[in-house]
């Protein structure tokens, strides 16, 4: 497989993922339903996660733009209108989780309360009328937080996280697993909205702090992973201008060449041409230009390797902060696969069983290939509710769409494949079928090879720990046998035999099948 489909994974993630699952574990069950509210400069989020899994669900998630930090550089106060808006916000998040019973919530404040004079009075009127308390965090235990919330997708990844908010940027590096330096400045684009001699004084100013900031970080040429709601507006108007089918902005990788084309294409654009088709919204999008000059000097000054979009941020390195390191160290993939199968499988804990039938097939596999094939033999009948008619298509939209981290947009794909090929022959004419390029056409064919594996070996038994039979794959001699015990023959049905034939066909293989008496039976 081609390398942009390996992911920088935990240590040994690709050797024990059946292991003993840890979200039963006291310490990781604490973990479900962790409120934390963000209180940023353009934005006030609340998100309730549910945290037991390794990859966390969101089980409420709303905001609210109240750009608290609209004229701050001329005026030293919070926006008057943004300080109203953000109390009310903060107050219905409240009563939110007090009615969910998630209490209490963890709540802090980032550049605009910290540097605004009336920000201490902001957090004691948020004190009076919520009862919560705000911590107001500096610059650099900003820029930490955010790394870790990369590192809760993408464990063991190295590179340069930048985090931009509405009055402030920050930089920190990742380096296995740790966050390592950190540093802050005044690059937001609330600030620069008012800078004067515009365009190219903010183009000045943003060339003078970034190398500021380098001298600082120093050499930085792995990956940039962007973190906030400017980027991710650049990222969703990077993939329009591209025609990109798979709209999902986590671990979405653009190129800094792309990025420089992406700049030029949003200055000469109709903006609110471009907003609406973008589906950006209004507040948001009046940054985006501002953003998207910073971002060019950016990527200028430090010339990463290639670029990556992270959903996760501030708010889920607060969950990371809270998580136990036993829980940190998993694959954050396989963790949560193992976690749907144990709540939405007919049979928790067969996963384990189909991956051991069907590994023969996939034995000289890569590593990034053969931790796909253990994600998806643990999803493979979490989908079983859907209608049949539908079920493939769930399993695929399911699958590129899902909150998952350790997950780039090509495994996406393939995963999603494989599962559609667990309940259907044949992937054309799917509403899919723009998506199935962004895999190599030797990809697709191993993703249904993986699929018609799950397909047959589901049909043979469903009880865990049951060992009825094996396959024998000699891929030089192109030829398939399947050794099944003499007790398992009346399971190898027609049915049964119709998808063998089927998965043989995939491999370009000879069949040959054989039964045998089990061994208590010699």
Known sequence: MSADIIPDLPAGAANNPFGRPLFNDPSVRKLARVGVVDIGSNSVRMVIFDGAARSPAYFYNEKVMCALGAGISDTGRLNPEGRVRALAAVARFEAIAQSLGISPLTAVATAAVRDASDG?????????????????????????????????????????????????????????????????????????????????????????????????????????????????????????????????????????????????YIAKSDIEELRSACGISSARMVLVPIASEVLKVLINRFKPKDIAISSYGIREGMLYEQMPQKLRDRDPLIESARFSESKDARTPGFGKTLYDFIMPLFKSAPPATKRLVKAASLLHDVSWRAHPDFRAEVCFDNSTRANLGGLSHSERIFLGLALMHRYRNKREGTRFDDLFDLLAPEQQIQAEILGKAMRFGAMLWMEKDAQFGEFRWFPKKKILELRLHASAKPLFSEVAEARLKSLARSLSADLKIKFTKPSTEA
């Open 120 to 264: 201490p009075d902001f957090c004691a009127d948020v004190l009076l009328e919520t009862g919560l308390t705000v911590h107001v965090i500096d610059g650099p235990e900003e820029a930490r937080l955010s790394a870790q919330g990369v590192l809760l997708g993408w464990p063991g990844s190295y590179g340069l996280v930048c985090d931009i908010g509405g009055a402030s940027m920050e930089l920190a590096e990742i380096r296995d697993g740790h966050v390592g330096k950190c540093v802050t400045s005044s690059l937001g684009p609330l600030k620069l909205q008012s800078m004067k001699g515009g365009a190219k004084a903010r183009k000045a100013c943003a060339k003078e702090v970034i190398t500021d900031l380098q001298d600082q970080m120093g050499e930085q040429k792995d990956r940039l992973f962007l973190v906030g709601g400017s980027w991710r507006a650049i990222a969703r108007i990077d993939m329009h201008r591209r025609g990109y089918p798979l709209h999902v902005l986590h671990e979405y990788r653009m190129t800094p060449k792309s990025v420089r084309e992406t700049v030029k």
